[in-house]
């Protein structure tokens, strides 16, 4: 009786197992997914603690300047120098000049004053 009964029940379907290329390739969706979590989590902890780069000043490159030219720039600055020092030598040549003859004349003219304009003044 039992044996009919277990006949007339509908009993389920086996649940086919799944071959093996189909464990394998579950399998590897559930490694690729866990990598792709794992991906995004690290990105996404990068944007969280991201820092700035340094910045630096810029400069704008210029090019060597040609032999000539650096020496050409070199001898107009010592030309430059060179009025400058003879200017500087005849100020304190012209200076000297006026302070002699300013002394010459202060010794002159007190010397007057000492031996000529006092016998005016003081008469016996």
Known sequence: MEAKKN?????P?????????????????????????SIRLQQMEMELYKQDPPL????????????LRRWSRKMAMVGKFLIIVVAVVAAV?????????????AIAWIGYQLFFDSDKTQKW
């Not at 006949?7 to 009993?11: F, G, L, P, S, V």
């Not at 040549?93 to 004349?105: C, D, E, K, M």
């Open 7 to 11: 006949k007339n029940k509908k009993q």
């Open 93 to 105: 040549r012209v200076g000297t000049w006026l302070a002699t003859a300013v002394i010459v004349g």
């Open 13 to 37: 379907p086996p649940e086919p197992d799944l071959t093996q290329r189909e464990q394998e390739l579950a399998k590897r969706e559930q490694e690729l997914a866990e990598r792709e979590r």
């Open 56 to 67: 630096y000043q810029t400069t704008k490159y210029e090019q060597k300047e040609s032999a």
